[in-house]
C-alpha cells in the first residue's frame, strides 16, 4: 500500500471512529473529547503561526480568552444563539490577531516571546479592568448557557456541543491543510527558514507574517468561543499564563510544523495532568517541563515527526517532503 | 389478605430498590466524596485543607465510619482553574459516582460548577469559600457555605467602628478579586449611607503584583485613621510589615484568611502584627487560654497521631477539623438515608452544633432558610503571643 | 508632595529588584545572545537554597557566598547539560526549552519546600541607623547591594580578559574559537555568573516579597521590562532602567492607570520598547548586514 493511500484509510478510519465513539461512550468522556476536539483547534492556530511560520507565541491563551468572552458576552449581554457567536468570535480575533501581528513584524524570535509572554501574563488583569465591567463581568466571570441539542431525541447535550466542535474543526483542518499545501504553505515555511532570501524572491513578508498572525488568532479564538460553551464558565482566573504554557506544550509535543500531530498535542495536554495527578500533585506541571525540555533535545519533531519515522520504515513507497 | 400483604412487600421490596439506585455514591460499607482542591498553582496554599480533611475521614474510619460506613474522599486537583474544575466535578460526579462535592475551594470553582450540580441534583456541600452567594437557599438549593462569609465579617467591622470610633475615617486595602470585593460589599452594608463621607480610599492589588508598597503609602497619605486589609496571606504579611515601617499606625483590621501567626504574622513579625484587629470563630492554635482547653487537645491529638510533619500553627488545620466535623455530623444525621436529598435535607437542619474547635458562645445553625451554617464572631485582637478575644460574639446577620 | 517623594522612594526600593534580576537577564544575554525566560524561577530556587541553610543554622555571612556558589555550580551545570543540546537549533527550540526551565523550576520549588510563605532572613539589621520611614535599613541595604553588584558586572565585563572573552564568545562564536577562547566554557561560565547574580535578586528581594513558590513571577515581567528598557546588552543601563520601571510602576499606580493596571504598564514598556526602538535607551544598535 502506498503512502497516500495508507494515510486517506487512516484518516477516514479516524472520522469513523470519531464519529462513533460519543454513542458508546459516557457522558463524562464525551465532554473530555469535546475539550480535545477544542484543544486541537487552538493548536492548530498556534502551529500555524509558531511551527510553518516561525513566529514564535506564547500569548495564544490571550487569543483564546477573546473568543471566550466574546461568546459569553454575546450570549450574556446581547442575546445572540450560540452558533452565530462562534464565527464572529472568530472574526475579531482574526482582527485583533492582525494588529497585534503588525507591531510584531519588527520584533525577531526571542523578543516576539517575550511580548507574547507579558500580553498572556496582562491578560487576567485586563479583564478584570473595572471600566469594562459592565461587559466581562469583572472579577466574578460569566455563566455561559450551555446550547441544547436541537435533535433532542438522537442527540443530548453533550454529544451535539461534540458535533458541533468535531465539524469546526474538520473545516478549519481542511482549510488549514489546503492552505498550507499550495503556493501560501511555501511561502510561510520559506519565510520561517530564510526570511531573506523570501524576501529576495518576491514574497511579501509583511503581508504573510501579519494575515498568519491574524488567521492563527481567529484558529484560536474559535477554540475559545467553543471552550467557553463547554466550560459554561469565563472568568479571569481561567486564562493566565498557564493556559498559554499548556498550548505550546501541546504543540511541541504533536510536532511542530505538523497538523496531524495537533490531534495527539491536543490528547496530551488534556489527559496527562489528570495521569500524572495521580503520582503527586506537584507532579503535573514538573512532568511538563520536563516533557518540554526532552521533546526539545531528543525529538524536536514531536509525536507526528516519530510517527512519520515509523510510517517510513513501514511504508516504502514515495519520498515526499513534509 | 395473603395478596395484599405480597402486593405491599412487592411495593417495599421495589422502593427498597429504587431507593438504593437513588443513593448514588453510597453502598453498606461506603459513602464516596468528591472534591476539588488547588494543589497546585497559585492558591496552593490552601491545599493543607484538603491533607487535613483527609487525615480527618481516616480517623472516622479508624474507628468504624459512619454507621458502618467509611468515608471515601477523593480529593483532586483544580490549579485553581476554572475549566479544570469543571472538568474534575464532572468525572467525579459522572464516572466516579460521588454522593457529593464537599468543601470545593475558591469562588470562581465554585461558581463555574455551581449550575452543573444544581442541575444533576448533587449537593455542593460546605464550599471552602466566603462568598456570600454562597449561602442562597431560594436560588441554589443544592450549595451551601461553612463559614462565615466575608460580606459578614466586614459588616461587623464597620459596625465596629462606627459604634467605637464614629468620626474615624477608613480606608481599604483589598485584593482585586471576588475575595477582596466582597469585604468592600459588606462594608457597604453596614455603613450604609455613611459610607461616602467615613471610607476616604479604596486601594486594590492583584496577585501578580511583586509589592504593595506602592497602595500602603498611598492609603497612608490620605489620611485614614483605621485600615481595613482584605488579602491574601502574602500580601497581609507584606501590608504588616509595611504599615510598621512606614510608621503608620491605624485601627488596623485584616481578613480572617490571613490571620494565622505561622503562616502570616511571624513571618511579618508579631512586633509588627501588635494590635490588628480580625473577627475570629474557631479557635488559635496559639492562644494560651486554650493551652488546656479539651477541645483543642482533642485537635492536638488528632494532630499528633494523623498529621505528625504538620505544622500546627497553621490555622487551615483548625479549618479543616471543624468543617469535617461538620460533615460527620450530617452524615450521622442522615441515619440509613444517605439519598442526596436527605443529605441536603440533613444539611440544612443542623440545631446549634458546637464545634471543639469553634469559639465558645458559637454554634452552627442551619434551617431550610438559612444556608449559612457560622454567622458568627468575635473580634480579637493580636497581643504579641495570640488573638486575645474581646466583646461580645456578633452576629453578621 | 510628601506622599509624592514617598511614592518616588518606594519605587526605587521596588526598582532595586527589578535592576537586579534586569542585570542577571543582561548578564546572560551578553554571554549567550538567548532570552532566559527561567531567570526568574532560578533565582527563586536559589533563594529556597539560602532559606534552607539558614533554617539549618548556617550565619547569614556564610549563607550568602554559599548560596552563590551553589547557584553558579547549578547555572553551569543547566547549560553544559541541557542548553547545549539546542544551542543550535532553531530559536523556538531554546524558547521551549528555557519555558521548561521555569515550570519544572517553580513546581519543584513548591513540591519540596510548601507553598506558604517563608520569612527570609536579612543581613541589614530592622533597626539600622539608615533606616527610616521612608525606606527601610533592608530597602536601602538592598539598593546599595544592587548598585555594588552592577558595579562589579560592568567592570569585569569592561576590564578583564575573562569578561571580554565571554563577550567574544556571545558575538562572535567562530572567531573567537580562532582566537583561542574556548566557547563552550564561556557560555557555561556566563550561565554560572547569571545564575549567581539572580540568586543574589533574589535573597534581597524575598525579605521585602516574602519567599513562596510564586514570588519572582511577577517580578519577571518588570525585570524583563527594565531589561529592555535599558539596553538588552547593557547592564548599567538596565539596571538605570530598573529603577525608572520601578518609580514609573508605583507613579502610574498610584495617580495614572490607577492599581489595576500596573502590570499593564510593563506590558506597555516592553511591546514599546520593542516596536519602537529595540536597542532600549542605552543598548548598542545591532545591524545584520545580509
Known sequence: MSRGAAKIVGLAALGVVACAVPFVASSFHVFQLTQIVVYAIALLGLNLLTGFNGQISLGHGAFYAIGAYTTAILLDKVGFPYWATVPIAGALCFGVGFLFGLPALRLEGPYLALATFALAVTTPQLLKVNALERWTGGVQGLLVEKPGSPIGGVLDADQWLYFLSLGVAFGLYLVAWNLLRGRTGRALMAIRDHPIAAATMGIDTALYKSLTFGVSACYTGVAGALGALLAGFVSPDSFTILLSIHFIVGVVVGGIASIGGMLFGAAFVTLVPNLADRISQAAPWAIYGAVLIAFMILMPTGAAGFARAVARRLFRGGNQPI | ?397 | MQAFLHQLLSGLATGAIYASLAVALVTIFKTTHHVNFAQGELAMFSTYIAWSLIQKGLPYWATFPATLAVAFVAGVVIERVVVRRVEHAPVLSVVIVFIGLLVICNSLAGWIFGFSIKAMASPFPSDAWYGSAYLSAHELGMIAVTLAVLLCVFLFFRFTRLGLAMRAAADNPESSRLVGVRVGWMLALGWGFAAALGAVAGMMAAPVVYLEPNMMTGVLLYGFAAALLGGIDNPWGAALAGFIVGVLENLAGAYLVGTQLKLAVALVVIVGVVTFKPAGLFGRRLVVRV
Not at chain 2, 486589609?229 to 491605624?250: C, E, L, N, S, Y
Open chain 2, 1 to 397: 389478605m395473603a395478596r395484599t400483604a405480597t402486593f405491599v412487600a412487592l411495593v417495599a421490596l421495589l422502593a427498597g430498590v429504587a431507593s438504593a439506585k437513588d443513593t448514588p455514591g453510597v453502598t453498606a460499607t461506603e459513602i464516596k466524596i468528591g472534591q476539588t482542591m488547588p494543589y497546585s498553582g497559585p492558591a496552593s496554599a490552601y491545599g493543607v485543607i484538603g491533607k487535613g480533611e483527609a487525615a480527618y475521614f481516616k480517623m472516622i474510619n479508624e474507628s468504624g465510619g459512619i454507621n458502618g460506613r467509611k468515608i471515601n474522599l477523593i480529593s483532586v486537583d483544580d490549579g485553581y482553574s476554572p475549566p479544570k474544575t469543571v472538568e474534575q466535578a464532572r468525572k467525579l460526579v459522572e464516572s466516579e459516582g460521588v454522593a457529593f462535592m464537599f468543601q470545593t475551594l475558591g469562588t470562581a470553582p465554585n461558581t463555574a460548577i455551581q449550575k452543573y450540580l444544581q442541575q444533576k441534583q448533587v449537593p455542593q456541600l460546605f464550599v471552602a469559600t466566603g462568598a456570600d452567594k454562597f449561602g442562597d437557599p431560594k436560588g441554589n438549593p443544592w450549595t451551601m457555605g461553612w463559614q462565615p462569609s466575608y460580606r459578614i465579617e466586614s459588616r461587623i467591622y464597620g459596625r465596629y467602628v462606627l459604634k467605637e470610633k464614629p468620626d474615624a475615617k477608613i480606608c481599604v486595602l483589598y485584593q482585586n478579586d471576588d475575595f477582596g470585593k466582597d469585604y468592600l460589599i459588606g462594608l457597604k452594608e453596614a455603613l450604609g449611607d455613611k459610607y461616602a463621607t467615613m471610607v476616604v480610599k479604596e486601594a486594590s492589588y492583584e496577585v501578580t503584583d511583586p509589592t504593595i508598597d506602592s497602595q500602603v503609602v498611598s492609603l497612608q497619605g490620605s489620611g485614614c485613621t483605621a485600615l481595613i486589609t482584605a488579602a491574601t496571606p502574602k500580601f497581609a504579611a507584606q501590608t504588616i510589615r509595611k504599615v510598621f515601617d512606614i510608621g503608620w499606625k491605624p485601627l488596623h483590621f485584616m481578613s480572617n484568611v490571613s490571620i494565622s501567626v505561622a503562616a502570616v504574622l511571624q513571618p511579618a513579625g508579631v512586633d509588627k502584627s501588635v494590635g490588628i484587629i480580625t473577627g475570629i470563630y474557631l479557635k488559635d492554635p496559639n492562644d494560651p487560654a486554650f493551652k488546656d482547653d479539651p477541645g483543642m487537645n482533642e485537635w492536638r491529638a488528632f494532630m499528633k497521631k494523623y498529621m505528625p510533619d504538620a505544622d500546627t500553627n497553621d490555622a487551615n488545620y483548625v479549618y479543616a477539623y471543624g468543617v469535617a466535623t461538620t460533615l460527620v455530623q450530617v452524615l450521622k444525621q442522615c441515619g440509613n438515608d444517605l439519598s442526596r436529598e436527605n443529605i441536603m435535607k440533613q444539611a440544612a437542619n443542623l440545631q446549634g452544633l458546637k464545634l471543639s474547635v469553634a469559639i465558645p458562645g458559637t454554634e452552627i445553625r442551619t434551617s431550610p432558610s438559612d444556608y449559612r451554617p457560622f454567622s458568627q464572631m468575635q473580634l480579637a485582637r493580636f497581643n504579641g503571643k495570640s488573638f486575645e478575644r474581646f466583646g461580645p460574639v456578633l452576629s453578621g446577620d
